[in-house]
């Protein structure tokens, strides 16, 4: 009943036939309220996981291009980031550095 794989028609199936549960407009209705916060609870944890994702890159990014000893605003060019995120994210990276050597 709870999958995100199983469509509302076969939440409506499944709780006729499996569960013997009597389906009327109400709790057809409920049901498709369900399915529809489900989906959109999903999209949003989606669309999250994949920001996340996109910062991760651009933060590797600008540590491979530190590394290379570009400057920090060609860096923050190439990672289509704001100078002061891009400084943030280098002192961090120097923070968690400097934390591990000791």
Known sequence: MFSADLS???KL???KNEFKISVGREMSEEVQSVCNLSVGVYNKGYDS???AGRIEQAKETAYKLQDMELPIEKIAYAVEAGI??????LAEREEHIGHNIR
């Open 8 to 10: 509302y028609e076969d």
């Open 13 to 15: 199936d499944a709780l």
């Open 49 to 51: 996981g994949i920001s």
């Open 84 to 89: 002061d995120t891009v400084r943030g994210w």
